[in-house]
């Protein structure tokens, strides 16, 4: 998958912008504060569905304008493509090959991208919400039907929690809702295993294979989704009763916390090099390493499905990887699309773009 073009007006800093992409490497280049990010958030906008950064959505629209338009076009293994996301006061459009589409989930799935940003970085050392939100959003990209199971998961355990939530503070409840919602939350969640769990192991493939590259052989990857349920049990029926176990036999504590401790919202991935916890034991250059091969795998796995790559899209980062590992990445990209945001003029062979107040050179 290409990104031939990315267009925006209005759109944070930018004012107006046409950018053309070359298929290889792109490096976006400038001082701080000038636009690469938000040019790099622009464009991931269309694969995530959302924003990557925190905030407001108002916040992406220029300061004084009244709303902001942005647009990419893109090829993939069926054509040229276009997706266009408009925001104007409390109206939204969105549009893929100039067709309304209503929701914002309808747009992912479409443009694929893997986003490597400085933020990721505090993913191996992180809490498990950050895990948890990296491996949700690749598996929204491959599997849409994944974006309505979690939502709903997460509409269920909202009601279940409000019941708990009352239940602790000694008000009325009822009994049969709550095992209603334990019901719903169960069968949801064994979704969600099944989804995770699978993901993970294909992940994990790629991820060893490149972690092991970039550490000559020396450092073995390895990766696990801990779950409130037993790991190796493959059917969905047996996880969702397992969900169901778990939920009513500790109904008591979960009516004290007030709160639903158990499922998909609650578990992690156990990153281990060299079977020790990555978590506690790697150092910076191994989180590095850790990170980047699971940023390089979760591309992978998308090819792997869809028979090409997504668009990698490293946002400051290359910078900050030692020679050995940009150069790991730069030689390895043969028939992938990046585009590079840095400080300063990195050693590529691709088209360079100059980043100035907002404006693209
Ligand atoms: P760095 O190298 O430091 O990461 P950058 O080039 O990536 O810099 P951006 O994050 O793209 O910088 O931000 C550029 C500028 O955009 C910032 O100065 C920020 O204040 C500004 N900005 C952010 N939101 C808006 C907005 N809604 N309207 C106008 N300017 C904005
Ligand atoms: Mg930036």
Redesign the pocket.
Known sequence: MIIKSFRAQN???IENCYLEFDKRVNL?L????????????GIYLFARGKSFRRGDER???????EGFNVSIEYEDKNGTNTLEYAVYGRERRRKKNGYKITKASEMIGSFKAVLFCPDDLTLVKGGPEERRDFINVAISQCYPSYISVYSDYKKALENRNAILKAASKGFYFDEGEILAWSESLAEYASHINVRRKEYIKKLEVYAKRFMSEISEGKENLSLLYKSDVENELSEREEIKEKYKKILTENLMKEKLAGVTLYGPHREDILIEINGKDARTFSSQGQQRSIVLSLKMAEGEVSRELFCEYPVFLF??VLSELDERRQNFVLDGMHDRQIII???ERLRTAGQVIE?KG?RFI
């Open positions: 759109f944070r800093n976006l400038g001082e701080n504060a000038q636009g690469k990010t938000n040019a790099v958030e916040d992406l629209v220029r300061f004084g304008a946002d400051d945001t840095s400080c980043v907002g």
